[in-house]
């Protein structure tokens, strides 16, 4: 573990793109949500830290004021379907949602790291 911390913006910037807070080089994640062990550049070790439900929370937060706007304009200012709107609205829920969660944890991930609030 680093003896000196990043701030913490800079570090969720750094989590946010998927490379580790502390070097800002090697990868955060070994797959989709899953995290590494330890940083392949730096050896960080980021098994203590969990991020547990606050990236699903962010994501429903910021997806839900794109998506409920979106649909609601939908609605009053075209004369599509129901079934249109309605599809178009879960397709983008769950795009947005999927490409936002791996961005959220690792905001989330560096934001506790950057704080010492690593797990025992």
């Known amino acids: 573990m680093s003896s000196q911390r990043k701030g913490i913006w800079e570090a969720a910037v750094q ?3 998927g490379r580790c807070p502390n070097c800002g080089e090697g990868r955060l994640f070994r797959s ?3 995290p590494v062990e330890t940083c392949s550049a730096c050896g960080e070790d980021w098994s203590a830290i969990r991020a547990d439900d606050g990236p699903a929370w962010l994501a429903i937060l910021l997806v839900g004021h794109v998506v409920v706007p979106v649909t609601v304009a939908l609605t009053m200012k075209t004369d599509l379907s129901d079934l249109v709107v309605i599809s178009s609205a879960l397709f983008l829920t769950v795009a947005l ?3 936002f969660l791996p961005v959220a944890k690792g905001i989330f991930m560096a934001a506790i790291w950057s704080l010492g609030a ?3």
Do not use: I
Request: positive net charge.
């Open 118 to 120: 690593e797990q025992s």
């Open 15 to 17: 989590g946010m793109r």
């Open 97 to 99: 949602t999927l490409s």
């Open 32 to 34: 989709y949500l899953k």
